[in-house]
């Protein structure tokens, strides 16, 4: 059993930055690929950013693109999401989650373990 904490989130205005950490109690996390999920009011889940295990395969979604970095510490057990130039439609809730089986993947089914979820506001 994987679990997952966030961390990070709050209120920033439009154009500024965050980063979320995710710290995992699997020792066998460095095993692991790693999602950053989002879920604003009123819409589906949706997967921000993935890596593998190495960090050789890395994804983002189209919206985030050139403004979101996903990164890992394997050592600490933690995954990154370094948010910049902010728009106020990334606001939402962001969780952490790991898949089911370790391996990389952009598909929602295949994530199974999930984080608590952290805010992140973006004020106009």
């Known amino acids: 059993q994987v679990q997952l904490v966030e961390s990070g989130g709050g209120l920033v205005q439009a154009g500024g930055s965050l980063r979320l950490s995710c710290a995992a109690s699997?020792?066998?996390?460095?095993?692991?690929?790693m999602g950053w999920f989002r879920q604003a009011p009123g819409k589906e889940r949706e997967l921000v950013a993935a890596?593998?295990?190495?960090?050789?395969?890395?994804y983002y979604v189209d919206s985030v693109k050139g403004r979101f970095t996903i990164s890992r510490d394997n050592a600490k057990k933690t995954v990154y999401l370094q948010m910049n130039s902010l728009k106020p439609e990334d606001t939402a809730v962001y969780y952490c989650?790991?898949?089911?089986?370790?391996?990389?993947?952009?598909?929602?089914?295949?994530?199974?373990?999930w984080g608590q979820g952290t805010q992140v506001t973006v004020s106009s």
């Open positions: 699997e020792r066998t996390f460095s095993n692991y690929a």
């Open positions: 989650a790991a898949p089911s089986s370790s391996w990389y993947s952009i598909d929602r089914q295949d994530y199974a373990y």
């Open positions: 890596i593998s295990w190495t960090a050789t395969n890395i």
